[in-house]
């Protein structure tokens, strides 16, 4: 059974940090694309970066240059470094790993981001 657990979730000001983490178990990390979405109240959810087995990166504009995807293949974790967090960055964030030629695709439970003063 394939799990995915986020952590490293919380309250943070606006100029903070944070850094999320997502573990993977039951499965062969280095088949899947990872990556991280979140969704606000009220809103769709949304891609936020991914990065391949390989390590090739991929952001939404809003979090350019603020935001830094990685993973660790030997440790089947995923992360996300969250810098200059805006209230606007706001949401639950889930960790996704997806294997198109597999047809995989398996989703973590969320983590909230709360970004406020």
């Known amino acids: 059974q394939v799990q995915l657990v986020e952590s490293g979730g919380g309250l943070v000001q606006p100029g903070g940090s944070l850094r999320l983490s997502c573990v993977l178990s039951?499965?062969?990390?280095?088949?899947?694309?990872m990556g991280w979405y979140r969704q606000a109240p009220g809103k769709q959810r949304e891609s936020v970066a991914t990065?391949?087995?390989?390590?090739?990166?991929t952001y939404a504009d809003s979090v350019k240059g603020r935001f830094t995807i990685s993973r660790d293949n030997a440790k089947n974790t995923l992360y996300l470094q969250m810098n200059s967090l805006k209230p606007e960055d706001t949401a639950v964030y889930y960790c996704n790993a997806y294997a198109p030629v597999a047809a995989l695709n398996f989703w973590g439970q969320g983590t909230q981001v709360t970004v406020s003063s």
């Open positions: 990065i391949t087995s390989s390590g090739t990166t």
């Open positions: 039951g499965s062969i990390f280095n088949l899947y694309t």
